[in-house]
Structures are given as structure tokens and as C-alpha cells.
């Protein structure tokens, strides 16, 4: 007979948005055992979920199926609990336990609404900022120790089905507590984990990031050589559970709490402008730079060559910012195969607010995308 198990479970503190902004009413924590990780060759044995009622109390309900035969009962139940309104929360949920539980749906022949109730995996919240994080592994219960989750409990999957298989032998009262605690424990720790929404906004900075400050400053780099960076300030939506730090190509992003910075060198010095079709260039040697054939029609033969890709090209002398990717025109480099373009860091710039918010955004994202 399929068991169902149900407790009041206390409030505990949430975040002021939760993931994906989505309502207390709606979140349904949900995390599933099963016997192995293929479809076809495993089944669903517990579901659990845990509401958020209206006194802040939650409400855990476990499903529990204690042979194969009670599977089809077993996801009936769970899906019958379900409402179109609800939001799936779960972690790495969309790549195993929503298509597990779909394809054991669809073998065992038993309607399955998941695929028009929406769904939020925590874990693709938290896979992205794995380095800046510190993480060494993309764990739940690895993420819990980050945050501070409080949880004990470390069982792992194989151990769930061992357990369970003690279990189906035996009628192991001790076996079947094992299991159902590790599944409690996992979906408390979601609700641990719902304060992942305050990094959320780090991947939508494609409108620029809000700064309360920003300014260049002079420093002396690790061997006393004078340079200059970009400091850039801002305060996230809101406090941050886990420090971050970042770098990439001499760039960083630091948060913790409540401030965030973001540091980029600024290059003060000679550059090039590489011009895009050499053919129509003549390079001057002397002169160190190229000119259009339609003036060096002019110039005396003598000092003047054919250009090349790599000398076709004017210098620019001044400050300037770094970018990987099309940001901000007209581009110079070092030499023309830098993977690093430079553009003018003008006094226009300087004085425009929206620029800055919006090259915040720029950094963030070439930080992140770092493997």
C-alpha cells in the first residue's frame, strides 16, 4: 500500500525575492529517490515536496512506494497534488528528476502534467558561479555547507538505494526512516537554498548594472610599475549569502554582503587602429603607420611598402578600456592577434553615468562566462 507521510514542518527566514521572483503561494520544493538513474531500468520510489503555507509554516508530504507495484499509484498521487499554478523548485531537477519522472510516467501509462506546470532548477542558478564561489563541486550538499544551511545528514544516492533495497528484502523500519530523513533533509535544504535568488540579477545585466560610484585611480602594480584602474560601485538587490570573487584578463569582481566592485586596468599608452582591408594601404616605415593608397599617392615611393595585415595601421596615444567582445568603437590593440581590444576611455565617457552602468554589465558577464 502506497504510503503517505505527512508533518508541519516550522517557518524559517526567506529571501525578499524568491527564484524567478516566483510566489510564496506557488513554490512547490520537490525532490525525488529512485532506484537507479535510467528510466528504463529504474523506478521512482519516494517523491517529496514541501509547501509554504499561510503562517509561514511549511507543510512536508512524502509519497512512499514500497515495492515496484505501487509506482504507477506513487506518481498518480504526486501529480493529482499538483496545480497549474504551482512552480516545480527543485535542484538539478530539470535534467534528471522532471524526465525521470515524465518517461516513468509515459511507460507505465499514467498522465503526466509537468510539461504545463513550470519549473525552477536551483542549480542552474548556482553551476555559472561555481568559481567565483569557491565550489569544488556543484553538489547540493555542498552548496548547503556554503551557505550555511545548517544540514547534518550526508547520505549519498547509492547509499538511498541500498537502503531501500535493505528495505524491500527485509521490511527494515530503520532502513525506510534512513531513507525518508535523507529526503526530508534534501528538501529542507531547498528551502535553504531559496535565497540563491539575491544572485540571480548577475545574469541579467544586459541593460547594465545600477553603480552608486565610480572613478579612475592611480596604483602601484606587484612590481612598482605606476598604473591606473576603473573602480565601479554598487549595491546588490539584495545582501549576498556567499562572498563572490571573479577575475578574468586582469579584470575583478568582488561582492560580499551587501557591496559589490567591479576592477578594470586601464591602459595608458600607445595603441593601434588596425584598418580592415590592407590591400588599399600603403605602410610608411619611417612614419610607423599606414595610409590609404589615395593619399600615399602622394608620398614619396621610396619610403613607402605594401601593408600587411599586422602594419596596416594608425597609433593613438591616451587611456583606454579593455574589452573581448563588440562593446564599444573604434577598436585598438596592442598587436593585431591580441585576443584583448582597447578602446578610448575619452573624457565623454568619463562624464556618462549610463556608459559606466552599462560597461558593469559588460565585465560582469566576461567574468562569468570564465570556465
Avoid at 507543510?59 to 506513487?74: K, P, V, W
Avoid at 501509462?109 to 555559472?128: A, F, G, N, R
Avoid at 555547507?145 to 547509499?159: F, M, N, P, V
Avoid at 531501500?164 to 535553504?192: C, K, M, P, V
Wanted: glycine content about 6%; charged content about 25%.
Amino acid at each position: 500500500m502506497l504510503q503517505r507521510i505527512e508533518k508541519i514542518l516550522p517557518p524559517v527566514a526567506l529571501p525578499e525575492h524568491l527564484p524567478g521572483d516566483t510566489g510564496l503561494d506557488s513554490a512547490v520544493l520537490i525532490d525525488i529517490e529512485t532506484t537507479g538513474l535510467s528510466p528504463e531500468r529504474s523506478f521512482v520510489y519516494l517523491i517529496g515536496q514541501i509547501r509554504f503555507l499561510e503562517n509561514g509554516e511549511r507543510q512536508l508530504r512524502q509519497y512512499f512506494a514500497e515495492n515496484a507495484a505501487q509506482e504507477a499509484e506513487l506518481l498518480r498521487a504526486f501529480f493529482q497534488s499538483l496545480k497549474k499554478s504551482d512552480v516545480l523548485i527543485q535542484y538539478n531537477g530539470d535534467r534528471f528528476d522532471l524526465p525521470f519522472l515524465a518517461k516513468r510516467a509515459a511507460k507505465l501509462d499514467v498522465p503526466c502534467p509537468l510539461e504545463h506546470i513550470p519549473s525552477l532548477d536551483l542549480y542552474k542558478i548556482i553551476h555559472p558561479l561555481k568559481n567565483v564561489l569557491g565550489l569544488i563541486d556543484g553538489r547540493q550538499q555542498t552548496v548547503e555547507s556554503l551557505l550555511g544551511t545548517g544540514r547534518i545528514e550526508a547520505r549519498s544516492g547509492k547509499e538511498l538505494i541500498a537502503a531501500y533495497g535493505d528495505f524491500t528484502e527485509s521490511g527494515s523500519e530503520t532502513a525506510r526512516q534512513l531513507i525518508l530523513s535523507h529526503n526530508e533533509a534534501d528538501i529542507r535544504g531547498l528551502s535553504g537554498l531559496l535565497c540563491l535568488s539575491a544572485y540571480e540579477p548577475l545574469f541579467h545585466t544586459e541593460q547594465g548594472i545600477p553603480l552608486y560610484r565610480a572613478k579612475a585611480q592611480p596604483y602601484l602594480s606587484y612590481d612598482g610599475t605606476p598604473r591606473n584602474e576603473l573602480l565601479l560601485y554598487f549595491h546588490p538587490r539584495e545582501p549576498y549569502p556567499a562572498p563572490i570573487l571573479g577575475t578574468a584578463h586582469g579584470c575583478m569582481l568582488r561582492v560580499q554582503g551587501n557591496e559589490g566592485i567591479i576592477k578594470i586596468p586601464i591602459y595608458t599608452g600607445e595603441l593601434r587602429y588596425y584598418y580592415a582591408d590592407y590591400r588599399e594601404y600603403w605602410y610608411f616605415p619611417e612614419e610607423d603607420e599606414a595610409l590609404h593608397r589615395s593619399v600615399a599617392v602622394y608620398a614619396d615611393r621610396s619610403h613607402r611598402i605594401p601593408a600587411t595585415a599586422d602594419t596596416c595601421y594608425t597609433r593613438k596615444t591616451g587611456d583606454f578600456l579593455p574589452e573581448w567582445s563588440e562593446f564599444q568603437n573604434p577598436v585598438f590593440k596592442k598587436e593585431r592577434r591580441d585576443p584583448t581590444a582597447w578602446f578610448e576611455f575619452t573624457t565623454e565617457l568619463r562624464q556618462n553615468r549610463s556608459f559606466f552602468e552599462a560597461y558593469a554589465g559588460y565585465i560582469v558577464r566576461h567574468i562569468l562566462s570564465q570556465k
